[in-house]
């Protein structure tokens, strides 16, 4: 590790969220107070093998803290993975005299950051940027709050369409492994039932439970299906059975996709990017490294790597509760 650091790379990497501009920003800005240099290191380990680097100053990310996506750009890199791809980096961050990077996105990011400093003993920060929420450390990424806000909005619209035609509308939300979107978004919107990859609802609960609602007056119905629910049937045969096994539903099927990824960033997405991007500098600039900043119980506080990367958050209870009463 060196003496003193005094030059920071900053990277995105993996899926784009809301709220990763702000923590460019944030990173930018901490470095210049501080009077160490920043260089913005484009389409993440793609870009920090082939030394895709600039030099960023305080002025220089102004007018991004409102914009969606990353200005730096994202990429997934499978050369990263493999030693020759990281020996590659490694020179090009000698040559450029970077000394610490901070990394901006999820656990695949994670995982490449830690490998790196484990290998190399080079100083890493990373900062959770990921609209799914599935990182341990953190009671939210970045993008997770801005994703909720969007798809509660596309709900809305959609129940006003419902309603008008008396029609029940599967909606599929993003999550591949997590159901925290789904969740949320599903009670936020009024869903009648909401399926996750965390708990097998079950078809027949479902099939119950649509039939109890038509029963107690309601015409139209709306299900919040996560992508990787764990009843096994993807939002199309979701609505098959429905149509197969049950008289008199109008189905239609809307999944919103990429759009969730997208966007201007909420308020709190914002003002966590820009906390987190401080602490991040803060912390190597305090000789840290291997770390994760991370929000719980409203402070800024690290975790490690490791236990951000191998860690599985969990659903709050509570929450599938709430949503079970309200669709009563
Ligand atoms: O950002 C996470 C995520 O939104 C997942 O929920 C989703 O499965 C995935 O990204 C899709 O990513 P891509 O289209 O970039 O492969």
């Given amino acids: 590790m060196p003496e003193k650091i005094k030059k920071i790379g900053v990277f995105t990497s993996g899926g784009d969220a809301p709220g990763m501009n702000a923590a460019i920003r944030s990173v ?9 240099e920043c260089v913005g290191i484009y389409r993440g380990y793609e870009g920090l093998m082939e030394g895709d680097f600039k030099p960023m100053d305080a002025r220089s990310v102004r007018g991004i803290i409102n914009k969606g996506g990353t200005i730096l750009k994202s990429a ?23 000394d610490a990077l901070v990394a901006i996105g999820g656990d695949g990011t994670f995982t490449g950051a830690l ?32 994703a909720q806000n969007t798809v509660v909005e596309a709900i809305d619209k959609i129940r006003d369409t419902a309603s008008s035609h008396n029609r029940l509308f599967f909606i599929e939300v993003m999550g591949r492994d997590v159901g925290h979107i789904a969740l949320n978004t599903g009670i936020a919107g009024g869903a009648e039932e909401i399926l996750i990859p965390e708990e097998d ?13 038509r029963k107690s007056g309601k015409s139209s119905s709306i299900v919040i299906v996560a992508e990787g629910d764990k009843i096994g049937k993807n939002i199309f045969e979701l609505k098959d059975y429905v149509d197969e096994n049950m008289e008199g539903y109008d189905v239609r099927v809307s999944v919103l996709g990429h759009m969730q990824r997208g966007g201007s960033p909420s308020c709190f997405d914002r003002v966590l990017a820009s906390r987190m991007g401080v602490k991040a500098v803060d912390s190597l600039l305090e000789g840290k490294s291997g770390y994760m900043v991370g929000l719980i119980n ?14 599985k958050t969990k659903i709050n209870l509570e929450l599938l509760r709430v949503s079970d009463i309200m669709s009563t």
């Fill in 28 to 36: 930018v800005r901490a470095c210049a107070y501080y009077n160490i």
């Fill in 201 to 213: 609802l079950g078809l027949d609960r479902l099939v119950d439970s649509l039939n109890k609602s």
């Fill in 298 to 311: 409203n402070a800024m506080e690290l975790t490690p790597l490791d236990n951000a990367i191998k860690g």
């Fill in 76 to 98: 997934r890199s499978k050369e990263f993975r493999t030693k020759e791809g990281r020996q590659k980096a490694f020179e090009k961050l000698n040559e450029a005299g970077v």
């Fill in 115 to 146: 490998v790196f400093n484990e290998e190399y003993g080079f100083p890493v920060m990373g900062i959770p940027g990921t609209i799914d929420n599935d990182i341990v450390g953190t009671s939210h990424t970045l993008g997770f709050d801005t």
